[in-house]
Every structure is written in C-alpha cells, then in structure tokens.
C-alpha cells in the first residue's frame, strides 16, 4: 500500500491520534497502528512530530493509518 507523510496534531492518553497529512487532509491512527518500535521508543512519537504510514481504505471518509512511525 502507498506510504502517506503528515503531522500529529494531537495525542489522547487512549493512544487515539489525529494527523493532518502533507494533502491536508486529517486522518486518525490508534495504538494498535502504531510500530512496536515506535512505542518503546515514545519519545520520538509525539504532538507536531513528522511520521510516515500506511493508510487502510478509506470509510465514511475516514482515514485509518497503520504502520506509523517516526518520518
């Protein structure tokens, strides 16, 4: 699948995570999205941080990333 860049906007203590990606359109990610590495690493992951992901297809016009890491 295509790799999508963007920038968090904003991370819930859930792990829930809004992103507007470099189209300018937002997308969300979860926890369950986001690389084992990323999260031993949590520090690299936050609010304003550049990532790279994987979209799944698009719901209801809802975009769901996976795979995202650090860009």
Known sequence: MQTVTGRILRIQPNGFGVVRL?????AFFDRFGVLASTVRRVGRLREGAHIRAEP???TNGVIKLTRVSPA
């Open 56 to 58: 799944e297809k698009e």
């Open 22 to 26: 470099d189209n300018g359109t937002e």
